[in-house]
């Protein structure tokens, strides 16, 4: 019995030795996917940049459209959002295994909200801040699909979408 502890002591401390974060300091991460909004069916674009073993940051760009009717007319709107994001992943503090990344964050940025003239609806640019929630799978070392929720500003819904670590 004592061995069999022992031998399960030293294994659980391998793995949490060699436990990392999915995005290791100085590594880049491409995302490309689709969001869910009210507003139309988002793509998205974005990089993240690991900044510390537990912390990334990095920019996305979107972009949306979609029809509303107002006053008995039908408008065509779009939204282009450009963001930047920081994340805390829980890996090496949950002692997640590395095919799987948990991170939860915060984004920043100024979405451009543009409708046809004679629209007198209630649709401004501006800058929002949002938090998000969200987790992925890496089928290989380098490549995963993303799943993350968030709300606060334009950007926000869900997305789902492809990890690309370059």
């Known amino acids: ?3 069999l502890f022992t031998t399960l002591v030293l294994i659980l401390a391998t793995t949490a030795m060699f436990a ?3 995005i290791a300091v100085g590594q880049t991460q491409f995302n490309a996917g689709l969001g869910l909004s009210s507003w139309g069916l988002p793509v998205y674009l974005g990089l993240d940049f690991g900044v ?3 912390i990334t940051m990095g920019p996305e760009v979107s972009f949306r459209s979609y029809r509303d009717n107002w006053g008995g007319n039908r408008y065509n709107h779009s939204i282009i959002g450009i963001s ?4 805390y992943h829980f890996n090496r503090v949950l002692n997640i295994p ?3 990344n948990f991170y ?6 100024f979405y451009a909200w543009r409708s046809p003239d004679g629209y007198e609806g209630s649709r401004t640019s501006g800058l929002g801040l949002a938090g998000q929630v969200g987790g992925r799978y890496y089928f290989t070392d380098t490549f995963g699909v993303n799943l993350e929720f968030g709300g606060g500003n334009a950007f926000s819904g869900g997305k789902l979408g492809i990890s690309i670590k370059l």
């Open 98 to 100: 590395s095919n799987w």
């Open 20 to 22: 990392q974060a999915p």
């Open 1 to 3: 019995m004592k061995k």
């Open 84 to 87: 930047g994001n920081a994340n």
């Open 104 to 109: 939860a964050g915060l984004n920043i940025g």
């Open 52 to 54: 510390h073993p537990d």
